[in-house]
């Protein structure tokens, strides 16, 4: 079974900064993917960032240049450094792990930025 803990939530003002962190655990094998997404207040999840196993990234046009997105191969863990943080940020924030066998969702993390 495959675990997904997330950490570094919380309250920040805007422009302030937090990081993310998500470790994944238990029967981990040909990871593809790992990334974070987002559900802000009465909307539809969607993506910020996603990094594959080999490094490459990719993000959403909202936070480009704002988010940073890292990884840990040894560890399965991935990082989101949150720079520059608007009011519109604010949602929770899901881990999500991509592997051949399938996907899998951290329970999320609250950030919450205030104006």
């Known amino acids: 079974q495959v675990q997904l803990v997330e950490s570094g939530g919380g309250l920040v003002q805007a422009g302030g900064s937090l990081k993310l962190s998500c470790l994944a655990s238990?029967?981990?094998?040909?990871?593809?993917?790992m990334g974070w997404y987002r559900q802000p207040p009465g909307k539809q999840r969607e993506l910020v960032a996603v990094i594959t196993r080999a490094g490459s990234t990719n993000y959403a046009d909202s936070v480009q240049g704002r988010f940073t997105i890292s990884g840990d191969n040894a560890k399965n863990a991935v990082y989101l450094q949150m720079n520059s943080l608007k009011p519109e940020d604010t949602a929770i924030y899901y881990c999500?792990?991509?592997?051949?066998?399938?996907?899998?969702w951290g329970q999320g993390t609250q950030v919450t930025v205030s104006s």
């Open positions: 999500n792990l991509d592997l051949d066998m399938g996907e899998y």
């Open positions: 238990g029967f981990i094998y040909r990871v593809n993917a």
